[in-house]
T-cell receptor
Framework: EDKVVQSPLSLVVHEGDTVTLNCSYEVTNFRSLLWYKQEKKAPTFLFMLTSSGIEKKSGRLSSILDKKELFSILNITATQTGDSAVYLCALSRGNQFYFGTGTSLTVIP | NAGVTQTPKFRILKIGQSMTLQCTQD?????MYWYRQDPGMGLKLIYYSVGAGITDKGEVPNGYNVSRSTTEDFPLRLELAAPSQTSVYFCASSYPTRQTGSNTEAFFGQGTRLTVV
Protein backbone atom coordinates (compact mmCIF):
# COMPACT_ATOMS: atom_id res chain seq x y z
CA GLU A 1 0.00 0.00 0.00
CA ASP A 2 1.29 3.46 -0.87
CA LYS A 3 2.11 5.38 2.26
CA VAL A 4 3.45 8.84 3.09
CA VAL A 5 4.40 9.41 6.72
CA GLN A 6 5.37 12.76 8.18
CA SER A 7 7.12 13.35 11.46
CA PRO A 8 6.85 14.79 13.95
CA LEU A 9 3.07 15.19 14.01
CA SER A 10 3.43 18.49 15.83
CA LEU A 11 6.23 20.74 16.94
CA VAL A 12 6.46 23.85 19.12
CA VAL A 13 9.55 26.03 18.85
CA HIS A 14 10.66 29.55 19.76
CA GLU A 15 11.31 32.27 17.24
CA GLY A 16 14.80 32.01 15.83
CA ASP A 17 15.01 28.23 16.17
CA THR A 18 15.78 25.97 13.23
CA VAL A 19 13.39 23.09 12.50
CA THR A 20 13.59 19.99 10.33
CA LEU A 21 10.42 18.30 9.15
CA ASN A 22 10.53 14.77 7.81
CA CYS A 23 8.58 12.99 5.10
CA SER A 24 9.17 9.28 4.51
CA TYR A 25 7.33 7.27 1.93
CA GLU A 26 6.56 3.86 0.55
CA VAL A 27 5.39 4.92 -2.91
CA THR A 28 6.97 3.34 -5.94
CA ASN A 29 7.60 4.93 -9.31
CA PHE A 30 6.65 8.45 -8.32
CA ARG A 31 7.81 11.41 -10.36
CA SER A 32 8.04 14.20 -7.83
CA LEU A 33 7.69 15.05 -4.16
CA LEU A 34 5.96 18.26 -3.18
CA TRP A 35 5.86 20.35 -0.02
CA TYR A 36 2.92 22.61 0.86
CA LYS A 37 2.24 25.09 3.66
CA GLN A 38 -1.31 25.27 5.02
CA GLU A 39 -2.42 28.14 7.26
CA LYS A 40 -6.07 27.44 8.12
CA LYS A 41 -7.03 27.65 4.46
CA ALA A 42 -5.90 26.18 1.15
CA PRO A 43 -2.45 24.59 0.95
CA THR A 44 0.08 26.79 -0.82
CA PHE A 45 2.87 25.28 -2.85
CA LEU A 46 6.45 25.49 -1.56
CA PHE A 47 8.70 23.08 -3.46
CA MET A 48 8.69 20.32 -6.03
CA LEU A 49 11.59 17.86 -5.89
CA THR A 50 12.25 15.43 -8.70
CA SER A 51 15.93 14.51 -8.31
CA SER A 52 17.71 12.95 -5.38
CA GLY A 53 20.37 14.98 -3.57
CA ILE A 54 19.61 18.36 -5.11
CA GLU A 55 18.62 20.97 -2.54
CA LYS A 56 15.95 23.51 -3.35
CA LYS A 57 15.99 26.81 -1.45
CA SER A 58 13.60 29.68 -1.02
CA GLY A 59 14.66 32.24 1.55
CA ARG A 60 14.80 30.54 4.95
CA LEU A 61 13.25 27.34 3.63
CA SER A 62 15.11 24.51 1.96
CA SER A 63 14.31 20.94 1.03
CA ILE A 64 16.07 17.86 -0.25
CA LEU A 65 15.00 14.43 -1.46
CA ASP A 66 16.79 11.13 -0.84
CA LYS A 67 15.38 8.51 -3.20
CA LYS A 68 17.69 5.81 -1.89
CA GLU A 69 16.58 6.14 1.74
CA LEU A 70 13.01 7.11 0.73
CA PHE A 71 12.62 10.40 2.55
CA SER A 72 12.64 14.14 2.18
CA ILE A 73 13.28 16.89 4.70
CA LEU A 74 12.09 20.47 4.89
CA ASN A 75 14.33 22.83 6.84
CA ILE A 76 13.26 26.21 8.16
CA THR A 77 15.97 28.39 9.66
CA ALA A 78 15.48 31.43 11.92
CA THR A 79 11.80 30.59 12.37
CA GLN A 80 9.23 33.38 12.66
CA THR A 81 5.66 33.36 14.01
CA GLY A 82 4.46 33.55 10.39
CA ASP A 83 5.93 30.09 9.82
CA SER A 84 3.25 28.62 12.10
CA ALA A 85 1.24 26.30 9.88
CA VAL A 86 0.68 22.69 8.89
CA TYR A 87 3.29 21.48 6.41
CA LEU A 88 2.11 18.81 4.00
CA CYS A 89 4.22 16.45 1.95
CA ALA A 90 2.79 14.80 -1.18
CA LEU A 91 4.05 12.43 -3.82
CA SER A 92 2.96 12.77 -7.41
CA ARG A 93 2.55 9.65 -9.51
CA GLY A 94 0.68 9.63 -12.78
CA ASN A 95 -2.40 11.78 -12.36
CA GLN A 96 -2.66 11.43 -8.56
CA PHE A 97 -1.17 12.90 -5.42
CA TYR A 98 -0.53 10.95 -2.21
CA PHE A 99 -0.57 13.23 0.84
CA GLY A 100 0.91 12.72 4.27
CA THR A 101 -0.99 13.74 7.41
CA GLY A 102 1.12 16.84 7.89
CA THR A 103 3.31 18.34 10.60
CA SER A 104 1.79 21.12 12.67
CA LEU A 105 4.42 23.74 13.47
CA THR A 106 3.83 26.41 16.12
CA VAL A 107 6.40 29.18 16.51
CA ILE A 108 6.21 31.02 19.84
CA PRO A 109 7.43 34.65 20.03
CA ASN B 1 -6.21 35.32 -12.15
CA ALA B 2 -9.04 33.48 -10.40
CA GLY B 3 -7.36 30.02 -10.34
CA VAL B 4 -9.59 27.47 -8.57
CA THR B 5 -12.83 28.84 -7.15
CA GLN B 6 -15.01 26.96 -4.71
CA THR B 7 -18.46 27.87 -3.47
CA PRO B 8 -19.85 28.08 -0.88
CA LYS B 9 -17.17 28.83 1.73
CA PHE B 10 -19.32 27.58 4.61
CA ARG B 11 -22.46 25.50 4.86
CA ILE B 12 -24.51 23.84 7.57
CA LEU B 13 -26.67 20.92 6.48
CA LYS B 14 -29.20 18.83 8.34
CA ILE B 15 -28.88 15.04 8.25
CA GLY B 16 -30.45 13.69 5.08
CA GLN B 17 -30.26 16.94 3.11
CA SER B 18 -28.39 17.12 -0.15
CA MET B 19 -26.17 19.78 -1.67
CA THR B 20 -23.64 20.43 -4.39
CA LEU B 21 -20.23 21.92 -3.77
CA GLN B 22 -19.16 23.91 -6.80
CA CYS B 23 -15.64 24.03 -8.19
CA THR B 24 -14.44 25.83 -11.28
CA GLN B 25 -10.96 26.54 -12.63
CA ASP B 26 -9.89 28.93 -15.37
CA UNK B 27 -6.42 27.50 -16.05
CA UNK B 28 -7.52 24.91 -18.62
CA UNK B 29 -6.19 22.12 -16.42
CA UNK B 30 -7.02 18.56 -17.41
CA UNK B 31 -6.91 17.08 -13.95
CA MET B 32 -9.27 18.00 -11.15
CA TYR B 33 -9.65 16.55 -7.66
CA TRP B 34 -11.89 16.64 -4.63
CA TYR B 35 -10.31 16.09 -1.21
CA ARG B 36 -11.68 16.16 2.28
CA GLN B 37 -9.62 17.12 5.31
CA ASP B 38 -10.69 16.15 8.80
CA PRO B 39 -9.12 17.84 11.87
CA GLY B 40 -5.51 16.77 12.35
CA MET B 41 -5.58 14.63 9.25
CA GLY B 42 -4.12 14.91 5.80
CA LEU B 43 -6.03 15.19 2.56
CA LYS B 44 -8.09 12.18 1.50
CA LEU B 45 -9.03 11.88 -2.16
CA ILE B 46 -12.77 11.55 -2.80
CA TYR B 47 -12.98 11.65 -6.61
CA TYR B 48 -10.81 12.83 -9.43
CA SER B 49 -11.13 13.51 -13.14
CA VAL B 50 -8.52 13.43 -15.90
CA GLY B 51 -10.69 15.28 -18.39
CA ALA B 52 -14.21 16.21 -19.39
CA GLY B 53 -16.50 13.19 -19.29
CA ILE B 54 -14.10 11.06 -17.22
CA THR B 55 -14.30 10.58 -13.46
CA ASP B 56 -12.82 8.03 -11.07
CA LYS B 57 -13.22 7.11 -7.43
CA GLY B 58 -10.52 8.01 -4.98
CA GLU B 59 -9.87 6.71 -1.48
CA VAL B 60 -13.19 7.74 0.18
CA PRO B 61 -15.94 8.04 -2.49
CA ASN B 62 -18.91 6.63 -0.54
CA GLY B 63 -21.71 9.16 -0.08
CA TYR B 64 -20.50 11.42 -2.89
CA ASN B 65 -20.96 11.82 -6.61
CA VAL B 66 -19.23 13.95 -9.21
CA SER B 67 -19.59 14.94 -12.83
CA ARG B 68 -17.26 16.63 -15.31
CA SER B 69 -19.24 17.92 -18.25
CA THR B 70 -16.72 20.69 -19.03
CA THR B 71 -12.99 21.18 -18.49
CA GLU B 72 -13.67 24.06 -16.12
CA ASP B 73 -16.26 22.62 -13.73
CA PHE B 74 -16.11 19.69 -11.32
CA PRO B 75 -19.06 19.76 -8.88
CA LEU B 76 -19.26 17.41 -5.89
CA ARG B 77 -22.70 16.18 -4.87
CA LEU B 78 -23.73 14.94 -1.41
CA GLU B 79 -27.06 13.15 -1.72
CA LEU B 80 -27.95 12.22 1.88
CA ALA B 81 -25.76 14.20 4.25
CA ALA B 82 -24.45 12.37 7.31
CA PRO B 83 -22.52 13.69 10.34
CA SER B 84 -19.48 11.73 9.12
CA GLN B 85 -19.34 14.10 6.15
CA THR B 86 -18.59 17.06 8.39
CA SER B 87 -15.24 18.18 7.06
CA VAL B 88 -13.38 20.78 5.02
CA TYR B 89 -13.55 20.06 1.31
CA PHE B 90 -10.87 21.17 -1.12
CA CYS B 91 -11.03 21.16 -4.88
CA ALA B 92 -7.75 21.16 -6.77
CA SER B 93 -6.50 21.06 -10.33
CA SER B 94 -3.28 20.26 -12.13
CA TYR B 95 -2.03 19.40 -15.59
CA PRO B 96 0.45 16.90 -16.97
CA THR B 97 3.88 18.23 -17.78
CA ARG B 98 6.13 16.71 -20.40
CA GLN B 99 9.21 17.78 -18.44
CA THR B 100 8.69 15.48 -15.46
CA GLY B 101 6.26 13.05 -17.03
CA SER B 102 3.86 13.67 -14.19
CA ASN B 103 1.68 16.38 -12.77
CA THR B 104 2.51 19.96 -12.05
CA GLU B 105 1.79 20.90 -8.48
CA ALA B 106 -1.85 20.90 -7.42
CA PHE B 107 -3.56 24.29 -7.31
CA PHE B 108 -6.13 24.44 -4.53
CA GLY B 109 -9.37 26.30 -4.01
CA GLN B 110 -9.98 28.05 -0.70
CA GLY B 111 -12.07 25.22 0.70
CA THR B 112 -15.65 24.66 1.82
CA ARG B 113 -16.26 24.06 5.52
CA LEU B 114 -19.29 21.76 5.80
CA THR B 115 -21.05 20.88 9.03
CA VAL B 116 -23.79 18.23 9.11
CA VAL B 117 -26.03 18.36 12.18
Amino acid sequence: EDKVVQSPLSLVVHEGDTVTLNCSYEVTNFRSLLWYKQEKKAPTFLFMLTSSGIEKKSGRLSSILDKKELFSILNITATQTGDSAVYLCALSRGNQFYFGTGTSLTVIP
Amino acid sequence: NAGVTQTPKFRILKIGQSMTLQCTQDMNHNYMYWYRQDPGMGLKLIYYSVGAGITDKGEVPNGYNVSRSTTEDFPLRLELAAPSQTSVYFCASSYPTRQTGSNTEAFFGQGTRLTVV
